[in-house]
Every structure is written in C-alpha cells, then in structure tokens.
C-alpha cells in the first residue's frame, strides 16, 4: 500500500471529523453520551469539596449542579473564537484539590464562631480561584505559555498524555469492586459494542458509550427491582433521590451564592499562591489533552497560537467558575477525548451540544438526579475503558520516535516511573502511608511553599512532563528527527489547519465520513 493510502485510509477512520455537522438531533444526543463519560469526575470533585467542608446535603446537590453548569459555559468559551475550538470538555479538576484543601484547613484553624464556616471557606476557594486565574488568562492570551511548543517533543508528550490515563488507576479496579457483576456486565458490553457490534452497524460505532452505561445502568435496576442487590450496595439504585428533586430551580446560575469573597482575607493571598500551583499542574495537563484530542480526532498538531488561546480560555472558565463559586475551576477533561477514540465522533457541533445540554440539565432538577443515579460500579468501568483508551493515544505518539535509541527509551521510562511513583509518595489521596509537605506554619512563606510543591509532587502529569522536558533538553544523542520535532513541526502550521478547515467545510449537514 502506498504512503497517500495508508493516510488516506488512516483518515477515513473518524466518523464525524472535528468541522463536520451532524444533523442537530444527533447532535444532541452524541452530545449527552461525551457528557456522561466525564460524569463521575463532575460529581466526584463536589463530593470530595462538600464532605472536606461538611457542606449540608441539600446545598451539595446545588452545588454538583452548579459544576455542571459552569462546565457548559466554560465548554461554550473554548468553542468560541477565544479558545482554541478542539472538540474537547470543559469540567472540573483534581489539581486544584491540594490547594482547596490548604485554604479549607487555613480557615479551619482561624476557629470562627457563629458563622457557617462552610460558607467563608467556599467564599475563599471562590476568591482564590478567581485571583489566580487572571495569571493564567494574560499568560495564555499573551503568548507565552504557546512558547512551551518549541521545548515540548513526542517524547515529552507521549508519557504526559499516557499519565492522564495512568493517574486515576487507583480508581478502576476499586470502583468496579463496589459489585462485580454490574461493573463486568458494563465493561464487557463497551468492548462488545465499540469494537465487535461496531463493525456491523453505524448505531454502535457512534454510541458504544451510552449504550454500555445504559446496559449497566438497566442492570443495576434490575437487580434493584428484584432484591438481588442490598440497598447497601453501590449499585442500588436510590429512587428517593429522584422524587425529591425540584422540576426547575433556577439557583445553580446564581453567582456568588455562597456569600461574597472577602478580597482583603490575609488566608486569601496565601491560598492564592497555593493555588497557582494547581494551576501549573492543570495547563501542563490541558497541553497534553490539546495533543491527544488533536490526535484521536485526526487533526494537524495544534499550533502554538492554538496552545495559547486554549489555556486563555480555561482561565477565563476557572474565573466564571470563581463566581459560580463551585470550589474548583475548569480545565480540559481527558474522558471526553478517551470517547472520541471509541465513537469515532468528534465534531465542534457535538461538544457544543453538549454544552448546552448542560446548561439545561441543571435547571431541571429530576433529570440531573435521574443522572445522579448511574451506579458507581458503571462509573468505575467507564474510567477503565475511557482511561485504557488515553494511555494508548499517548503511546502512539511514540511512533514518531526512534525507540532504537537507548537515550529516547531512557526519558520515556523515567519518566513515566516517576509519575507514578512521586504522587503515591506525596499525596494522602492515594496512600496512607504517603509523606505530605508540611513546612512551617499556616500562611508563612515556607507553609505556601510547601503548598506548591506538594500540590505538584501530587500531579502525576506535571512530574511526568517535568522530568521529560529537562531530560529530553538537555540529554545530548539525540537528534530533532529521532526525537520526533521533525514530523511534528512539518504539520503543527496554520496552512496545515486552514487546509483541513476547508476540507470539513466542504462536507454537507449530516454527511458522515466513508469508513
């Protein structure tokens, strides 16, 4: 087969490429089933934030539903012409819960009475993440941090990429455990249908996803129904929850509803500096995804225009996050990405759907608990799937590199060991036998430095990619094709992306790609 083959068949095998436009029902619903693959991390995030603050139940619900809402809105800032319109998700992250948990037990220790403390450390959290996003929004929109690109190889990419994969192994396997049966039954029907039922019918190549969470979802109600699963269980499912759900409410669009910051807090600056560290860690991340998604979608290298105007945008959502006040802010979600590699769906028109879906969804209070009840074991196997699909996106950039050079094998395997390794030491999270970073005393200089360093010690992503950026720099035997800069700066062009903008454009309202 010649080389014009190959890529041509290589081409043809994304269903619905990112400038495609699938006919707007469709849309929606392939923008419901990219939203539900994220959906344990959204929920997830609150979970942890609200129980760290002892936040009411009632109010955690309000809250799970303000996350969604801000992520369709910081989804709709990315698709805009201020981002830098790669079909990917917008949604909370796990970066900034080091830094959350420092500001949480900063205004712990100030031992305040006859207040909602709760509500001062959401009021903090809020403050802290508004303050620090206006560092990420001029660094992005500026150009610099676009410039990473020219330090940044296949190398460097490849492992980082497959650490957002790697990072939440922990998870897995134990969120399956909650019922084996359900969770086998889910991740057996996701292979069935994304890689068997997918060859025969167009139905299961576009929504394998939805399909296997509903299999397991319907699974997990039967065996509810039946008795066959305790209400103990974590698959039971939990009608109540739905029944005592509003139809609307109109509160997880209001900002500010846990009171106004105090800017001039003396625990704020602190957290501020803390929590820039998480938002090293997120854009270090958010790089990687722009690559991955780029990739798995079929599309030229981002540019680095593309890198700077992404980044801008994700501080502009964590700043819209700020004022929603849901104790985190955004970044790009690497579970989506994951679903674009077994859909084979990866238009701007599905993304946005979605987004909008989510700007809905909360305003109805039934539908969002009906979410609510998808089973932790199906969560669980959806991570497996999605995650496994990550680690190998980010291995295959390792094509480009020469894996003969003992130099190339060298970086790649230090680095990924580190990753792993350095997190399960630092972070509490994964280990109870971890050593946090505990320096000097609450909102000292030495305490807000071992605040950073231990929110990115804890981030397998950014160890990952720090120990391949000086290594792969600075490691002579190498040169720029064996490191794989040569094939990648031949494609990272605006022509490059302006040629294949006109080859989706050429394509007509619900056409789909000949596989």
């Not at 917008?90 to 031992?111: C, D, E, H, N, R």
Request: aromatic content about 10%.
């Amino acid at each position: 087969m010649s080389e014009q083959e190959e890529n041509g068949a290589k081409k043809g095998w994304i269903l619905y490429p990112i400038g495609s436009k699938p006919k707007w029902p469709l849309a929606i619903l392939l923008g419901l089933q990219q939203y539900l693959t994220m959906f344990g991390a959204t929920v997830l995030i609150p979970f942890i934030i609200g129980g760290a603050i002892g936040m009411p139940p009632d109010k955690l619900a309000l809250l799970i539903s303000t996350m969604f809402f801000a992520s369709g809105i910081c989804t709709l800032i990315q698709q805009s012409p201020l981002g830098n319109r790669l079909p990917i998700i917008q949604g909370g992250t796990f970066s900034f819960l080091g830094p959350a948990f420092a500001i949480i037990g900063m205004v712990a220790s100030k031992k305040l009475t006859g207040v909602d403390v709760w509500q001062i450390q959401m009021q903090e959290l809020a403050a802290a993440v508004m303050v620090a996003s206006l560092v990420e929004i001029v660094l992005g929109y500026t150009g610099i941090l676009g410039k990473i690109k020219n330090i940044v190889s296949p190398i460097v990419i490849g492992p980082t990429i497959a650490m957002i994969g790697l990072a939440l192994y922990s998870i897995g396997a134990p969120w399956m455990a909650a019922n084996w049966i359900i969770s086998l039954i889910t991740i057996i029907a996701l292979i069935l249908y994304s890689q068997v039922f997918s060859l025969k019918s167009k139905v299961f190549m576009m929504f394998p996803v939805l399909l296997a969470i509903l299999t397991g979802w319907v699974a997990a109600l039967i065996g509810t129904m039946t008795g066959m699963i305790d209400p103990s269980n974590a698959a039971y499912l939990k009608p109540d929850l739905v029944a005592s759900a509003p139809w609307f409410s109109f509160a997880p669009m209001m900002p500010f509803k846990w009171g106004f910051p105090d800017f001039g807090s003396a625990t704020l600056w602190a957290g501020v500096f803390g929590m820039l560290a998480g938002y090293l860690a997120s854009m270090v991340e958010s790089i990687g995804d722009y690559y991955a998604c780029a990739r798995i979608s079929e599309a030229p290298v981002p540019t680095e225009r593309m890198i700077s105007r992404g980044l801008g945008a994700e501080g502009l959502g964590c700043l819209v996050a700020g004022i929603l006040q849901t104790g985190n802010g955004t970044t790009s979600y690497s579970e989506n990405i994951g679903s674009i590699g077994l859909t084979r769906v990866a238009s701007r028109r599905v993304i946005i759907a979605g987004a909008i879906l989510m700007l809905i969804i909360p305003i109805c209070g039934k539908f969002g608990a009906s979410l609510a009840t998808i089973p932790k074991p199906v969560v669980g196997a959806m991570f497996v799937g999605l995650f496994g699909m990550i680690a190998s996106v980010g291995l295959s950039n390792l094509q480009m590199v020469n894996l003969n050079n003992s130099r190339n094998l060298f970086i790649v395997g230090l680095a990924f060991f580190c990753g792993l390794s350095f997190p399960y030491h630092f972070s509490p999270m994964l280990s109870a036998a971890a050593v946090p970073i505990a320096w000097g005393e609450a909102g000292s200089f030495v305490n807000i430095l071992g605040n950073i360093c231990q929110a990115l010690l804890t981030t397998g992503m950014f160890v990952t990619a720090f120990i391949a950026i000086i290594l792969d720099n600075f490691l002579p035997g190498a040169t720029k094709a064996e490191r794989g800069l040569e094939a990648w700066e031949k494609d990272a062009t605006e022509e490059t992306w302006i040629a294949a903008e006109k080859e989706w454009d050429s394509m007509e309202e619900g056409q789909v790609r000949v596989v």
